[in-house]
C-alpha cells in the first residue's frame, strides 16, 4: 500500500496545523473532499473539476468526489454548497452565471453570490464564438457589423436559453456595437446550432469549446472570438475588441468553499490551483477546448468575481430578462 502524501510540508505545515487545531481541526484534509458541479456531466465545467480532482488526489492522497448538481442556471448547485459546512471538504466549481449573472437574472436566488461563498481561484478562461450562417453575407465582424445595421432587426440570433451567457453575450455585442437583431432562444447549444446549420438563425455567440468543432468542420463560419488576447486554438481568428475596442465577454469557472472556510485552507488550495494549472499537461488539456488557465490569489479573485456582477448586471438589465 503506497504512503499517504502529506498535505504539506516543513514550514508550511507547521504553519496550518496549529491554526486549524485553534478552530478544534487536524491537519487538513483528512477526509474526502466533494466538488460540487452546478451542471450536468460531459460540460466544461466538469472538465474542469476532474482535471483538478485528478491532480489533487494525486498530490495530497486523498479521493475527490465529483458532484454533478444541475438546473436553474447553477444555482441548485451553488446553492446547495452555500449552506454546506464550512471545514473546506465540499467545494463548489462557480461559473460567470453562478456567480455574476445569475444574482442580477433571478429574483430568488437560494444563495448570496457575495455574502455565502469564500473565493479560492478561477480555474480558466473560456472564450465564446461569434459564428454565422454561412448563407449569411458576411466575412469579418466589420462587414457584419455594417449588414446588421443596413438590415435592423432582420438578423436572427440564437442562444441557448433567456439569461444565458449566449444571450447576454449577444445583448453586449448589440449594445457595442449599436445594432438591433432579433433573439431566438433555444434550449440548448445544440438546438441552436442545428437550427444555424438549417438555415433558421444567422448569428450565435456561444462557448467555443462546443461550436469550434462545428467552425472547423466548415458547418458554420467563424467571426472572432469575445475574449481580449487571441486565444491559441486559433490564432489566426481576430477578436471581436479587434474592431470594437474595450468589447470582451468572457466565459470563466472557478473554486468556491462557503464562506468562513479557514483562510488557512482557501490559501493552500489557492497554492494547489497555482500549481496545477500551471502543469504542462494541464495548460495542453485546457487549450484543446480553447481555455486559458487563470489562476489569482483569493482576495483578487473575489475583486475580479466583484467587478463581473457588476458588469453583468448592466448586461442583464439591458436585456430586460427576469426570471421569477
Not at 469550434?212 to 491559441?232: I, M
Request: aromatic content about 6%; proline content about 8%; hydrophobic content about 45%.
Amino acid at each position: 500500500m503506497l504512503a499517504r502524501r502529506k498535505f504539506l510540508s516543513g514550514a508550511a505545515a507547521a504553519g496550518l496545523a496549529p491554526a486549524l487545531a485553534a478552530r478544534g481541526q487536524t491537519t487538513w484534509p483528512q477526509k474526502p473532499i466533494t466538488i460540487v458541479v452546478p451542471f450536468g456531466p460531459g460540460g466544461s465545467a466538469d472538465l474542469v473539476a476532474r482535471i483538478f480532482a485528478q491532480h489533487f488526489q494525486a498530490r495530497h492522497g486523498v479521493s475527490v468526489v465529483i458532484e454533478n448538481k444541475g438546473g436553474a442556471g447553477g444555482s441548485i448547485g451553488a446553492g446547495a454548497v452555500a449552506k454546506a459546512p464550512s471545514d473546506g471538504y465540499t467545494l463548489v466549481i462557480g461559473t460567470v452565471s453562478t456567480q455574476a449573472i445569475n444574482p442580477s437574472l433571478y429574483a430568488k436566488l437560494p444563495y448570496d453570490a457575495e455574502r455565502d461563498f469564500a473565493p479560492i481561484s478561477p480555474l480558466v478562461r473560456l472564450p465564446n464564438l461569434l459564428v454565422v450562417s454561412n448563407k449569411l453575407p458576411v466575412k469579418s465582424i466589420p462587414e457584419l457589423i455594417a449588414y446588421a445595421k443596413a438590415n435592423e432587426g432582420k438578423v436572427n440570433y440564437g442562444s441557448s436559453g433567456n439569461g444565458t451567457s449566449s444571450h447576454l453575450c449577444a445583448v453586449m455585442f448589440m449594445r457595442a456595437t449599436g445594432t438591433r437583431m432579433t433573439h431566438v432562444p433555444f434550449r440548448a447549444t445544440s438546438d441552436e446550432m442545428n437550427a444555424m446549420i438549417g438555415g433558421h438563425i444567422e448569428l450565435a455567440i456561444d462557448s467555443m469549446t462546443t461550436i469550434w468543432p462545428l467552425a472547423k468542420g466548415g458547418e458554420v463560419r467563424a467571426l472572432g472570438v469575445t475574449t481580449p488576447q487571441r486565444v491559441a486554438t486559433a490564432p489566426d481568428l481576430p477578436t471581436i475588441g479587434e474592431t470594437v475596442p474595450g468589447f470582451e465577454a468572457t466565459g470563466w469557472q472557478g473554486l468556491f468553499a462557503p464562506a468562513g472556510t479557514p483562510r488557512e485552507i482557501v490559501e493552500t488550495l489557492a497554492q494547489d490551483v497555482q500549481q496545477i494549472f500551471s502543469l504542462p499537461e494541464v495548460v495542453t488539456a485546457l487549450q484543446n477546448v480553447g481555455g486559458d488557465p487563470l489562476p489569482m490569489r483569493p482576495d483578487d479573485f473575489a475583486q475580479f468575481a466583484r467587478a463581473e456582477r457588476v458588469k453583468w448586471a448592466e448586461v442583464v438589465k439591458e436585456s430586460g430578462v427576469r426570471i421569477d
